[in-house]
């Protein structure tokens, strides 16, 4: 596709479910991130892949979030026993390239809104 | 987390007036970057300056880098309705794969 795809753009569950959000990034785009929006505030880093390794997951809040990107391509946030503070907006951004040698730009998807009852 | 804070959290302003933003942010940086957000929407790319230039500009847009200071700013020159939207900078630090965002600026331009 032209740009970065998300689904699904709304999610709504309840306390305790398992929820997965995915991520098409621009073809060709060989470094993903994971990004995490609260209302009022900016996006918040969770993960960022170079190709099929998480090489930065720092951002991930426990060990109940988890990402990943088998093809190198489509990626897949994984969140478990979900709780009502995960309620947020996941943004997905793709750039050209990663790592040290990535000065670029990131091209985001218009988010995934998760609400947990 | 995040690294960088702007300045204003809001700014509310008459079209064709500027609007100013600033980031301050707090560790060495590769590059800086701005992007803008409309209600309920992605970040969508303004611009990008790097850590050895001081000022930078696109179309209605000047950003301005002081690497001593840690901080830079943003001018929307002659504004829009259309302008309205949130502002964010974004920092990659030295040697770090991701990208960091500020809190953001909410501009509100009055036709």
């Known amino acids: 596709g032209a740009g970065v795809s998300q689904t699904p753009s709304n999610k709504v569950t309840e306390k305790g479910k398992y929820v997965e959000l995915r991520c098409d990034p621009i073809s060709g785009h060989t470094a993903l991130y994971w990004y995490r929006q609260s209302l009022g505030q900016g996006p918040e880093f969770l993960i960022y892949f170079q190709g099929t390794g998480a090489a930065d997951d720092s951002g991930l809040p426990n060990d109940r979030f988890f990402a990943v990107r088998p093809e190198g391509s489509v990626s897949t946030l994984k969140i478990q026993r979900t709780e009502r503070g995960d309620s947020a907006v996941y943004l997905c951004a793709s750039s050209l390239r990663g790592g040290r040698i990535n000065t670029g730009e990131l091209f985001f998807g218009e988010g995934s809104r998760l609400t947990v009852l | ?111």
């Open chain 2, 1 to 111: 987390s995040q690294q960088g804070e702007e300045d204003p959290q809001a700014l509310s302003i008459q079209e064709g007036e500027n609007a100013t933003m600033n980031c301050s942010y707090k560790t060495s940086i590769n590059n800086l970057q701005w992007y803008r957000q409309n209600s309920g929407r992605g970040l969508v790319h303004l611009i990008l300056i790097r850590s050895n230039e001081r000022e930078k500009h696109s179309g209605r847009l000047r950003v301005t880098l002081d690497t001593s200071k840690k901080s830079s700013s943003l001018l929307i020159t002659a504004s829009r309705a259309a302008d309205t939207a949130s502002y964010f900078c974004a920092t990659r630090e030295t040697g770090a794969n991701n990208l960091f965002f500020g809190t953001g600026t909410r501009l509100t331009v009055i036709p």
